[in-house]
């Protein structure tokens, strides 16, 4: 595998379930990322992770939880989701030094597109 | 706060003309990263080009070029010899001195031939 790899591609579920997204990088990134990409609306950035903290949290609701194991592996804990929440997934990453630089590329998943219904 | 604006939602190009995507940006902070992403209806983002708000040069990758004019806040993009492969959305992103790609509405590009 390279790049940014995402499972499930596609997933489908109920209000009550639980699922998990799951997102892992072969490029030796210290940075993760989780998108959420809505019809009609700009990327919205949920978290950051960098170096297995979490950076920021974007005002994202507690039905979304993260979990980053390690700085190759990203998860997204879904659990009472609403209709709304509908939407693609993208995972990215990229790799961050001491000091943050503009210039650091993100590279992107192919995405989750989950339907909530 | 940072803002990407991109007015046009959709254009039509035939195959082998160059297009141009509008980007304007909004930012107070000197130093600033611009970036445009491609996004096919596969879902996934692929980078096409980046230029850094101290660059004197226009960014060149390949078939893209950005026209990078600061002091009128714009960075458009610019794909010459279009391909029927280039219909797809694309995003101009920004980001400053914290880890947020700030994105644009996108503009979807389809190549007639």
């Known amino acids: 595998e390279t790049g940014v790899t995402q499972t499930p591609r596609h997933l489908v579920m109920g209000m009550t379930n639980k699922k998990s997204l799951k997102c892992e990088q072969h490029?030796?990134?210290?940075?993760m990322y989780w998108y959420k990409q809505s019809a009609k609306k700009p990327l919205e950035l949920m978290f950051v992770y960098n170096f297995k903290e979490q950076t920021e949290n974007n005002s994202v609701p507690s039905r979304f939880s993260p979990e980053c194991p390690n700085s190759s592996h990203l998860f997204l804990h879904l659990h009472t989701l609403q209709p709304e929440d509908s939407a693609l997934y993208l995972c990215?990453?990229?790799?961050?030094?001491?000091?943050?630089?503009?210039?650091?590329?993100?590279?992107f998943g192919p995405g989750t597109r989950l339907t909530v219904l | 706060a940072q803002k990407i604006t991109q007015t046009q939602p959709g254009m039509f190009v035939q195959e082998k003309e160059a297009v141009t995507l509008d980007c304007t940006y909004d930012t107070s902070d000197p130093s600033y990263g611009l970036f445009w992403y491609k996004q096919p209806s596969s879902g996934e983002m692929i980078f096409l080009i980046y230029?850094?708000?101290?660059?004197?040069q226009n960014a060149t990758e390949g078939r893209y070029s950005l026209n990078f004019q600061k002091a009128r806040k714009s960075a458009n993009l610019v794909i010459s010899a279009s391909q029927l492969g280039d219909s797809a959305m694309y995003f101009c992103a920004m980001r400053v001195n914290d880890y947020k790609l700030s994105f644009g509405a996108g503009t979807t590009v389809t190549v007639r031939a």
């Open positions: 490029l030796g990134h210290n940075a």
């Open positions: 230029q850094g708000s101290y660059d004197q």
């Open positions: 990215a990453s990229s790799q961050e030094g001491g000091v943050l630089a503009v210039g650091n590329e993100q590279f």
